[in-house]
């Protein structure tokens, strides 16, 4: 296993249109994460799921985004009807909950959304 | 609200020098602490990961600190090198089944 991926690395989008990124965890992490990075902060939380369930979301989540981790495995997060405000480095980390705790978080790569 | 703060926001330092970066957490009850390493346009590397039990870990040419009664995790890298330029990031747990919570993190830069 080669670590926390996600595709696409970058997506350039026009105003209005939907996105959906994918993030595949570290085989057996069940808890998976995605964040949200703007130039020069540190990245914010925007959801998490154990397993298949989705057990926290941030204010900053707004209707216009969706995401869902069918199965247990990959995630997805959809952005619908995107803004110029939603330009960002989206990550995603897994983390391996071990007896229900949090151990260390990996990260992946990121996707940079840029809207046009 | 958990708060974390980094400061400074840069710091640039010829080769060869140790170093120290600080980071502060407005509130004492975390589960554990993180530090990341970020290079441009790029996702986030673990550096160290200190449990809430413990004071220090170690990795190479990098030891972190963590006094929770103080709200105080420092990162020091030791003999440092121009392939340490980067931002690095601290990131606290505030419990064990919660996000993490990031500093704005602090660019180094490492000069020739």
């Known amino acids: 296993d080669t670590g926390v991926s996600q595709d696409p690395r970058h997506k350039i989008t026009k105003r209005g249109q939907n996105v959906t990124f994918r993030c595949d965890p570290i085989?057996?992490?069940?808890?998976l994460y995605w964040y949200r990075q703007t130039l020069g902060q540190g990245p914010e939380f925007l959801t998490y799921?154990?397993?298949?369930?989705?057990?926290?979301k941030s204010r900053l989540l707004s209707d216009r985004f969706s995401a869902e981790r069918p199965k247990g495995s990959f995630s997805t997060l959809e952005i619908q009807r995107t803004e110029q405000g939603d330009s960002a480095m989206y990550l995603c980390?897994?983390?391996?909950?071990?007896?229900?705790?949090?151990?260390?978080?990996?990260f992946g790569q990121g996707t940079r959304l840029t809207v046009v | 609200k958990q708060e974390v703060t980094q400061i400074p926001a840069a710091l640039s330092v010829p080769e060869g020098e140790n170093l120290v970066l600080n980071c502060s957490f407005t509130?004492?009850?975390?589960?554990?602490l993180q530090w990341f390493r970020q290079d441009p346009g790029k996702g986030l590397t673990s550096l160290l990961l200190?449990?809430?039990?413990?004071r220090e870990q170690t990795s190479g040419r990098l030891n972190a600190s963590l006094d929770k009664s103080s709200g105080r995790s420092t990162l020091y890298i030791a003999a440092s090198q121009p392939g340490d330029s980067a931002t690095y990031l601290c990131?606290?747990?505030?419990?064990?089944?919660?996000?993490?919570?990031f500093g704005k993190g602090i660019t180094l830069s490492v000069r020739p």
């Open positions: 980390a897994s983390s391996p909950a071990k007896g229900g705790t949090d151990t260390e978080a990996f």
């Open positions: 085989s057996e992490h069940n808890r």
């Open positions: 799921f154990q397993n298949e369930a989705q057990l926290e």
């Open positions: 509130d004492s009850a975390i589960y554990n």
């Open positions: 200190i449990q809430s039990s413990q």
């Open positions: 990131a606290v747990r505030p419990g064990a089944n919660s996000k993490l919570t």
